[in-house]
């Protein structure tokens, strides 16, 4: 058998399989029959090209979308893998030219929509036939599900695929999770005996991130300001709605361009194209825009208004973070879409899925105005356990202590009432402020309410407006709208109903801010602008986008650790072989000169298995600090979480950077006769995440000490 992990480094630069790969190819080798669910971003590709390029033969890959095939053998051809593809965009020239490869034997993928293998009677087929195929590799398998969230007719044709080969392997591969579509994809493949592998749909690098839908457009723009050199995808509900909003952030600077299927064809191409080769960084779109866009840089996805359903969100998001570098996920919610969404859930005669589609929704509603961790809703829903906290959305980072906020929700209802609920949020904060402005009419600044709220500052008064728009203790109507009260205002105002609130969130804390978290690679920042800069000119000399040359994630590692010849590169995530031959000369004459003007060392020596951990410039919130501080006055973490208002295991990973940057030893937290068991187990399971530690190690040990001595290795 060939040395798997020798391979994944000499053809792609790997150094390690990611979770299920390794399984899968080994199963495709033994000639079974395979479905791996993976998310996106999960690395299904890889599970059919090495296999694909270790064995003799031709591997066919079914995929549904042109756009795709052709970056994929761009991709692979880069790397020196002999593959092509075969559509409807070819010249009859070009057909005969693959044609005669394969005959040859030159090829080790061919990839074709499915259409196209039964085409004319079957005379693709038994051309196939005289080949010596290895292996039928089906992308976007649940395309061939009516359950699925994409059925394809054209699929439908593959059912035949075990009749016609029966003693050909085929490996589907699909992203879609749920029971129904998975079932339905083993029975129409006919599949005698099939062996099914399904990662976890967790994104740990995707930080989830949920907004009220006020101001929104600003929050957007400052987002986006402060990630200036970030691909992204912004998600609209409507076709009108892309096109202004793309207007909109081209006026106030920002590289942005619009996508949806209104478009005609050449500017929809064109723009996606921008998209791709990184010359425009922000694409404004309808969910028509995504399918198939394998960009593997996506830095951030927000959703400007809410999705219908989980699975959307979820798919949608998912485009972010494929090359597993941080990225975010910022959904902005309003009741305002909720109503909207509800018209469309209403089909005419056809209750049944009426209620599917309202229920759906609820559930999209319900993940964002949860005040508990996101990624454990998703990841619930579908199906799968998590953890109670992550550490990684908006709920688990932020302080979210709940407080008595009746007097102050008080004192703001009355001021909407004292001012006939004709005025806006800003008129009534400063009202509530005593703001001597002139703005103020002069007969409100007799009012018993003026002034009122002078001990709470403005900014924090906004957010508790919010706050009560969202709980409905209040709502804002009207095309300059007016805070107005609701049904629920009365028990508040009579005292007979009691509000909690949330302490209020800084808007300088909003996503951009917060996102920079202790997990960040360090990387130098000028360096790794030069770097794209070169990737983008190689990328245009051979056409084909920049990521298909180098992913982001090698660029990182590149200005992280400064490789200083090819036998560094080697150990660089993304240089295999060919790409060393091709590219190694290039990127390292930069990183070397940069290295000499500013005389920097290399920091290879550095470099472990695992990516380093952000150590000099990692921000620590001054949450964390205040956990810290509890420890060191010897409280144990069981006290620290109760004085805290957090459960336990959030502190546990308040006191990580501390434990990582030695301030506390690993002793304090766990148990020493532990602590070499937990390595020991730790060390096996290299891979990112507790789970198969824990599982590894049984009841007896638990996430927090795991999790200590997983952070004291990475010291
Ligand atoms: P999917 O089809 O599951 O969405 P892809 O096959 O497009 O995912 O892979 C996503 C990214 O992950 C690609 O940039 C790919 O090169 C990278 N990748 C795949 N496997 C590995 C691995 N073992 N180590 C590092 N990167 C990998
Ligand atoms: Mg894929």
């Known amino acids: ?62 995929s549904p979308l042109i756009a795709l095939m052709k970056d994929q053998v761009d991709a692979l051809k880069l790397a020196g893998i002999p593959a092509a593809f075969y559509n409807s965009s070819l010249s009859s020239t070009e057909q005969e030219h693959i044609s005669e490869q394969l005959t040859k034997g030159e090829l080790k993928l061919l990839y074709l929509s499915p259409e196209r293998l039964f085409m004319n009677d079957g005379a693709f087929l038994n051309f196939l036939k005289t080949l010596n195929i290895n292996l039928f590799a089906i992308d976007e398998a649940h395309c061939i599900s009516q359950w699925g ?48 592998f399904i990662s976890s749909f967790n994104r740990p690098n995707i930080e989830y991130h949920v907004r009220p839908k006020q101001e929104y457009y600003e929050e957007i723009l400052d987002y986006l300001k402060a990630h200036p050199n970030d691909s992204g995808i912004i998600y609209t509900l409507s076709r009108r ?63 400007a208004c809410l999705p219908k359903n989980i699975e959307g969100y979820y798919q949608e998001t998912g485009r972010a973070g494929r090359d597993g570098l941080k990225s975010d996920a910022i959904l902005f919610f309003g009741w305002g879409d909720v109503q909207k969404l509800k018209y469309f859930t209403q089909l005419e005669d056809n209750p049944e899925q009426t209620k599917i589609l309202e229920e759906k929704l609820e ?78 009419r002069d007969w409100h600044k007799e009012l018993k309410t003026y002034g009122v709220g002078k001990d709470i500052p403005k900014e924090d008064w906004k957010d508790y407006t919010r706050q009560l728009i969202d709980l409905e203790y209040l709502k804002q109507e009207g095309e300059y709208p007016t805070l107005q009260l ?7 105002l009579l005292g007979k109903e009691k509000v909690f609130l949330f302490k209020a969130e800084k808007p300088a804390t909003s996503v951009s801010e917060k996102s920079k978290n202790v997990l960040e690679l360090e990387r130098d920042e000028a360096l790794f602008q030069k770097l794209r800069e070169i990737r983008k000119e190689i990328a245009d000399q051979e056409n084909v986008p920049a990521f298909v040359i180098f992913s982001d994630a090698t660029l990182n ?31 390292l004459e930069v990183v070397v000169s940069y290295c000499t003007e500013n005389q920097f060392e290399s920091n290879m020596s550095e470099k ?36 805290r208002g957090f459960v336990k295991s959030t502190i546990s990973s308040h006191l990580m950077p501390f434990v990582i940057s030695g301030e506390i030893k690993v002793e304090a937290l766990v148990p020493p006769e532990k602590i070499p068991l937990i390595e020991a187990a730790a060390k096996e399971n290299p891979d990112i995440g507790l789970k198969p530690i824990k599982e590894a190690l049984g009841d007896n040990f638990s996430y927090d000490e795991i999790r200590a001595v997983v952070n004291h290795l990475r010291k």
């Not at 609701?486 to 508040?492: A, P």
């Not at 560094?568 to 000369?585: A, C, E, M, P």
């Open 608 to 643: 472990p298995t695992q990516p380093k951990r952000k150590k000099r410039k990692q921000k620590i919130s001054s949450s964390k600090k205040e956990s810290l501080r509890l420890f060191q006055e010897g409280k144990s973490l069981e006290e620290i979480a109760e004085i």
């Open 486 to 492: 609701t049904e629920n205002s009365k028990k508040v």
């Open 363 to 440: 559930q999209m509603i319900r993940f964002s105005t949860t005040r508990t961790c996101r990624r454990k809703y998703l990841l619930n829903y579908f199906d799968e356990t998590a953890e109670a906290s992550c550490n990684s959305c908006d709920i688990c980072l932020s302080t979210h202590e709940k407080w008595d906020a009746t007097i102050p929700s008080q004192k703001l209802l009355s001021a909407v009432v004292r001012l006939k609920e004709g005025f806006g949020m800003n008129y009534v904060i400063d009202f509530l402020h005593g703001s001597k402005s002139q703005k103020i």
């Open 149 to 196: 969230h994409d059925f394809r007719p054209e699929y439908r044709f593959l059912d035949q695929l075990k009749t016609k080969f029966p003693k050909i392997p085929v490996l589907a591969l699909t992203a879609t999770a749920d029971v129904i579509t998975r079932k339905d994809i083993l029975e129409r493949l006919n599949f005698p005996d099939p062996k099914v």
């Open 557 to 587: 590692e590149l200005a992280v650790y400064f490789p200083q010849n090819k036998e560094d590169l080697k150990k660089i995530s993304g240089f295999g072989d060919v790409k060393i031959t091709k590219y190694g000369d290039v990127f």
């Open 241 to 303: 709605n892309t096109e202004e909003l793309a207007e909109n952030l081209q006026e106030d600077g920002i590289s942005a361009l619009p996508y949806h299927a209104g478009l005609n064809r050449e500017t929809r191409n064109k723009n996606q194209d921008k998209f791709l080769r990184d010359e425009v960084n922000v694409i404004v779109a309808t969910i028509a825009f995504g399918m198939g866009i394998d960009k593997s840089n996506v830095r951030f996805v927000i959703h």
């Open 1 to 62: 058998m060939p040395n798997l992990s020798y391979a994944l480094q000499q053809h792609f630069g790997f150094s390690k399989f990611r979770p299920n790969q390794e399984k899968i190819i080994q199963n495709v080798l033994d000639g079974n029959d395979v479905l791996a669910l993976m998310p996106t971003g999960g690395g299904k590709s890889l599970c059919y090209q090495l296999p694909a390029i270790i064995r003799e033969g031709l591997t066919l890959v079914i």
